[in-house]
């Protein structure tokens, strides 16, 4: 890794730009994100269509991203794929507006999402080029919380669209943020660098010719994934059976009482705590067991869901939905640092694309299974359940044995 000192202008350059890009990204999709489900309403759509609708969009985010993971350590270049996919996301939500019948929306949250995945793994493998590993949770945090911040902006300007002119001015405002989302990736994001060495192991080339350094075998052993990726993963597996779309979220709420309009201020409060604790969640793992701060996470959803679960009143579905954005800030950032801690540098986009892969594949399973027991068994066990899972994969994680985030010198001297 080059000296601090020779990368630390362009590091704070091209972590201010991903956290300006997500900022506007976020913005764009939370205008719309909490004032779906009533649009769907209004179409004649319910639960069972908007689980569809979150499922096969996360679904097809899920095979992007494992695509993209792939690929993302067998390029050299992984810019044209950022900005490609900030550009097709924000190119179609607009279309929100014209939208007739829900199977509309499915095919734009569709190409929203195919979008995503595609250029997630590359983004987050050239911030982990862009900063020392011992400040790489506070840089996750930093761009978390720049994004967790347009979600607040999203949703107050949704509010203020909504009081004045309807839903569909919404979607049609988002094309703005979206447009400067774009703008500021093409001109603002720079190439990350990386060495021969890199690329002919992540190609697998140096394993046909292995030097007196090292032998083919230690190159092969440093292409696999290690136990301990494994295990954290098996955990996420767990947990995200539970972690619905937060769609149904926002249905709970209105089915409790709380009116339509406000719909978009419950994603205000949610993103408000997110954005204040994700950079010192990051910052603190850099310090702490990331581990634990997840596990923490985890234990806060379950509260969460089992709050929902009871709605014993609106007021706490309002606090509920306060310390739901705690979860997030401990989680989010925090696990895609622990999950580049557990692999060697060559192949991080391999880890990160199976990590996005199998988080995305059980949102699916998962918003499909709360639509169902929503509709079978009423409103609370949907949420009982997830809180349960919540609670073992918190267990699970703090099981996972600490495995080397790196080789032994001699391994990757290549």
Not at 98 to 115: C, G, P, Q, V
Not at 131 to 150: E, F
Not at 269 to 292: E, K, Q
Not at 355 to 383: D, N, Q, R
Request: charged letters at 15%; glycine letters at 8%; a positive charge.
């Amino acid at each position: 890794m080059p000296s601090s000192a020779g990368r630390e202008p362009s590091s704070a350059r091209d972590i201010f730009a991903f956290g300006t890009t997500s900022f506007l990204n976020d913005t764009a999709s939370e205008m719309a994100y909490w004032v779906l489900p009533a649009f769907l309403a209004s179409l004649g759509a319910g639960p069972a269509q908007l689980g569809l609708i979150e499922g096969i969009a996360e679904s097809v985010a899920s095979f992007a991203k494992l695509f993209s993971g792939y690929l993302t350590d067998r390029i050299d270049r992984r810019k044209p794929v950022v900005v490609a996919g900030y550009a097709v996301a924000n190119a179609v939500k607009p279309l929100l507006a014209i939208a007739t019948a829900w199977w509309h929306i499915l095919l734009i949250r569709f190409a929203d999402r195919l979008a995503k995945g595609v250029r997630g793994t590359p983004r987050d493998v050239m911030v982990a080029e862009s900063v020392p590993k011992n400040r790489l949770g506070s840089a996750y945090g930093l761009i978390q919380s720049m994004d967790s911040a347009g979600a607040i902006a999203g949703p107050l300007a949704a509010l203020f669209l909504l009081s004045r002119f309807g839903i569909r001015s919404v979607f049609r405002a988002a094309a703005i943020p979206g447009a400067l989302c774009v703008l500021v990736a093409l001109l603002g994001i720079r190439e990350t660098k990386r060495t021969g060495a890199t690329r002919g192991a992540a190609s697998g080339a140096e394993s046909k010719k292995p030097s007196a350094t090292c032998s083919g075998r230690e190159v092969a052993a440093s292409l696999r994934l290690p136990a301990s990726f494994y295990f954290v993963l098996v955990a996420v597996t767990l947990f995200s059976l539970g972690n619905s779309s937060d769609m149904f979220l926002v249905l709970r709420a209105q089915n409790v009482g709380i009116r339509v309009a406000l719909a978009p201020l419950l994603g205000l409060v949610f993103n408000i705590t997110y954005t204040l604790a994700s950079w010192p969640a990051g910052w603190l793992s850099d310090h702490v067991s990331r581990r634990l701060l997840a596990s923490v996470g985890y234990v806060i959803f379950a509260a969460v869901y089992f709050v929902f679960g009871r709605a014993p009143s609106t007021l706490a579905i309002w606090i509920a939905m306060a310390v739901y954005g705690f979860y997030n800030a401990l989680t989010q950032p925090v696990l895609k640092a622990l999950v580049v801690d557990t692999v060697n540098e060559k192949v991080r986009g391999r880890a990160l694309g199976i990590y996005f892969f199998v988080t995305s594949l059980t949102t699916l399973a998962a918003s499909l299974i709360t639509g169902e027991m929503w509709k079978h068994f009423g409103a609370a066990i949907p949420f009982y359940f997830s809180a349960a899972l919540a609670l073992a994969a918190a267990g699970l994680l703090q099981g996972a044995r600490r495995g080397k985030a790196t080789l032994p010198l001699r391994t990757q001297t290549i």
